[in-house]
């Protein structure tokens, strides 16, 4: 490469950028930088957690399910009430991991479903508050499209074992952006698919449990092999 077109020295960087795996580069649609669409983005707050079960509450990493923003996983922290209000989790907020020891974590996100007062977001997260022009539920599943989390890995940084990302990856993050309606009917089409995947995935597992209770039977002699 030339001099003038080395953006950084990450080796990581260079080869999947040799490779096409920064992102989308076509579409049908418009595709623009994130930060077009954001209203701002906010690392998370720091503290360490307590023994005793106390009124608030600090997200986990494993809250950020695809399936949503799991409440449930985090643990419990004492602090002011003015802090506590400005890390809360709200409605349809984006979390996306930022700084995490596993390099396949990166970027791994999740939407909030429901207001939490009492659960604020650790500074391993980053939240991420969109304007009406993009839907928070179609936004994350761009970011955990293959393209998408390619282009977090390539341009994650790592020190002392962490991978890190920050807010201005996030805003230069390149997403098409398609019309309000056709997010909404991608969202849909997803959403049903994952329905159809968890059935399948429901019916293995079942067929699974059949098959080793028949082997046990057949080994203890319950059953005879046909």
């Known amino acids: 490469m030339w001099w003038k077109d080395l953006e950084r020295w ?15 580069t076509k579409s049908k649609f418009p595709i623009e930088p994130l930060g077009k669409h954001l209203v ?4 998370g707050y720091c503290i ?27 643990k419990f922290i004492i602090i002011p009430k003015k802090i506590a209000d400005h890390f809360a989790v709200h409605k349809d907020d984006l979390f996306i991991c930022r700084s995490v020891g596993s ?12 207001d939490a007062p009492d659960t604020v977001f650790p500074d391993i997260m980053i939240r991420v508050r969109l304007k009406q022009s993009l839907l928070p ?12 989390r390619s ?11 962490m991978w890190k990302i920050g807010a201005e990856d996030i805003a230069n993050f390149p997403i098409p952006v398609p019309p309000l309606a056709v997010q909404g009917e991608i969202v849909e089409r997803i959403a049903a698919q994952q329905g159809e995947i968890a059935k399948e995935r429901e019916t293995v597992e079942r067929l699974s449990r059949n098959i080793e209770a028949e082997i046990e039977a057949l080994i203890l002699g319950i059953k005879r092999v046909n």
């Open 48 to 74: 360490k957690p307590v023994a005793r079960p106390t009124e608030q509450k600090m997200l986990k990493l494993n809250a950020l399910n695809p399936a949503g923003l799991d409440l449930t996983a985090s």
């Open 40 to 43: 701002g983005t906010m690392n």
């Open 10 to 24: 990450s080796f990581n960087y260079l080869s999947r950028a040799n490779e096409g795996l920064l992102g989308y």
């Open 103 to 114: 390099y396949d974590h990166i970027a791994k996100c999740a939407i909030a479903a429901v």
């Open 137 to 148: 539920a179609f936004v994350c599943e761009v970011v955990q499209s293959p393209l998408g």
């Open 151 to 161: 282009y977090f890995q390539s341009n994650a940084r790592t020190a002392v074992g």
